[in-house]
């Protein structure tokens, strides 16, 4: 898998970051939710968490008139369990 980055905790266990296993996904369409973001990765790899980042409030819309009908801002983040789940990824060509 490479070289790992770890980060100690107060009780000497050590664990991979966060940050080394998430990943930004742009470009989800409307149509798609959370749960079929979190089914396309673990077809690749283990996730842990799985999101897309939610519009804000239809009364706060920024001047956006389809904001009300928009699920999500179209774009989210996965983690995987194991930071070379993204080489992996990226490796198989997957679009």
Known sequence: CGEINFCARPCGVRTIMAQ???V???GVPQDLNQDDL???FCEYAGVKKAWLQ?????DD???N?????QN???FGFVIFHEACAIDELLAGGAS
Do not use: E, L, M, Q
Not at 65 to 69: C, E, K, Q
């Open 54 to 58: 939610k519009c804000r409030n239809a």
């Open 20 to 22: 080394d296993r998430k």
């Open 65 to 69: 008139p389809n904001a009300a009908t």
């Open 24 to 26: 930004f996904v742009g």
């Open 38 to 40: 979190y089914a396309i």
């Open 72 to 74: 999500h801002r179209g």
């Open 61 to 63: 819309n920024g001047g």
